[in-house]
C-alpha cells in the first residue's frame, strides 16, 4: 500500500516547538518533492513548506520563514518540519504531500500531488 504517513503532532503552548515527520510507506520518497500544507477549521488549506528530491532546494510561506525548517532524510525514507516559536495561529491539521517540485514550489493547498497523508494535528494554545 503506498502512503504518507504524518506523526509528531500535538498540544503545546505558545512559544514552544513540535517536530513532524512524514514517512512514505510502500515507495520511496527519493525522486519526490515533498510539502508540508496545514488546513485550520474554516479556512482552505494553504502551503506551508516543501523542499526538492534531493534537499537542495526549499521554499516557505511568508507566516512560517524564520520559525520552521523543513528537512529530509532520504535514509529513513522521511521528510521533517522543525516548527519552533509557535503561534496560536499555526493551529491546524498538517498534512505531507508528495510531488514533483515544478508543482510543489508553488505551494498551492489544493494542488494535485501525487501522494497525500492523512494528516496530524497541531494544537498551540496555553
Known amino acids: 500500500q503506498l502512503q504518507l504517513v504524518e506523526s509528531g503532532g500535538g498540544l503545546v503552548q505558545p512559544g514552544g516547538s513540535l517536530r513532524l515527520s512524514c514517512a512514505a510507506s510502500?515507495?520511496?520518497?527519493?525522486?519526490?518533492?515533498i510539502g508540508w500544507f496545514r488546513q485550520a477549521p474554516g479556512k482552505e488549506r494553504e502551503g506551508v513548506s516543501c523542499i526538492s528530491s534531493s534537499g537542495g532546494s526549499t521554499n516557505y510561506a511568508d507566516s512560517v520563514k524564520g520559525r520552521f525548517t523543513i528537512s529530509r532524510d532520504n535514509a529513513k525514507n522521511t521528510v521533517y518540519l522543525q516548527m519552533n516559536s509557535l503561534k496560536p495561529e499555526d493551529t491546524a491539521i498538517y498534512y505531507c504531500a508528495a510531488g514533483p517540485w515544478l508543482l510543489l514550489f508553488r505551494l498551492e493547498g489544493q494542488g494535485e500531488y501525487d501522494y497525500w497523508g492523512q494528516g496530524t494535528q497541531v494544537t498551540v494554545s496555553s
Open positions: 510502500g515507495f520511496t520518497l527519493d525522486y519526490y518533492a
